[in-house]
């Protein structure tokens, strides 16, 4: 047996306890390649090779929405936490605490003020990190917040949505987030302010059944989902293929349904151009 056979073993123990950053390298959930965190980041999440636009929280969309990612995040009023006593494989206080435990956040939207192109603002982010970032009475109670912010500071409210729907847990309550949300818009449209609706990847359910659609203006971000039952659920009940991409935001651009698809990177120009734009009339009226 040679030296080198006998120090293998050895060796490679050795190697393999050597510490090495969990989260160095990041694998594109859609071509599959190999990316440096950092390099990922800087990137805004955005896969260099494939364009993928990765989902990310709220604290990265501030950083990346607001000028110089300046911003003051709003304190939500407290909700019932589980108003229906709720259980299936677990109790829902129980899914609750673990959602708040790996995100970092309260709930499923996070509101913070700033300003993007020197104009104050109110945005609001969903997460969908967060329990699939579904629509319940905190989700309710922050676009509420948010609302409410937008039409003290004269400001618009721009709301990007991430969210599989309603959330099961919280039943009927759930479904009557969709018209409280839609009462507060229109008091923000009695009150001649903008709002503007950035849908991310996914965008379905009851958040696209209500706030998500009803938007002055409707931004996706590219290859987005967006729609309200599922493809599968569509195509068996009309018993037809769907065409390819349907329920991507390049889809819907092309049959009416948004204004624009914009990159991440291109995003906060964007916002920054509309909103200027959109406030002149009410500077004016001021």
């Not at 950053?21 to 990137?43: Q, V």
């Amino acid at each position: 047996m040679s030296w080198f056979t006998r120090l293998r073993p050895r060796l490679t123990s050795m190697l393999s306890r050597r510490e090495t950053p969990e989260n160095l390298w990041h694998k594109c959930a859609k071509c599959g390649a190999m990316l440096y965190t950092k390099e990922f980041e800087e990137a805004l999440s955005v896969c260099p090779r494939c364009g993928h636009h990765d989902r990310i929280g709220p604290a990265a969309r501030f950083a990346q929405t607001f000028d110089a990612g300046r911003h003051e995040r709003l304190e939500v009023p407290r909700v019932p936490e589980d108003p229906l006593k709720f259980r299936d494989q677990k109790r829902y206080v129980e899914r609750l605490r673990a959602a708040r435990t790996a995100t970092g956040e309260g709930e499923a939207m996070a509101v913070a003020t700033g300003t993007i192109g020197g104009v104050p603002v109110v945005v609001a982010v969903q997460n969908f990190a967060f329990m699939g970032g579904s629509m319940g009475l905190g989700v309710g109670e922050a676009f509420l917040t948010a609302a409410a912010a937008a039409i003290k500071a004269r400001a618009p409210l721009i709301v990007m949505t991430a969210a599989g729907g309603a959330r099961m847990q919280e039943g009927i309550l759930s479904l009557m987030q969709m018209p409280r949300t839609t009462v507060a818009l229109a008091e923000l449209r009695e009150a001649g302010l903008p709002y503007i609706v950035v849908m991310t990847d996914p965008t379905t359910g009851g958040v696209t059944a209500s706030y998500a659609m009803l938007g002055d203006i409707a931004i996706a971000e590219p290859g987005a989902l967006i729609g309200f039952a599922g493809q599968r659920v569509i195509e068996q009940t009309i018993r037809e293929k769907l065409p390819e991409g349907f329920q991507r935001a390049e889809y819907l651009l092309d049959h009416g349904m948004l204004d624009m698809v914009v990159p991440r990177a291109e995003l906060r120009p964007t916002l920054a151009r509309l909103v200027q734009l959109l406030m002149r009339p009410v500077a004016a009226a001021a």
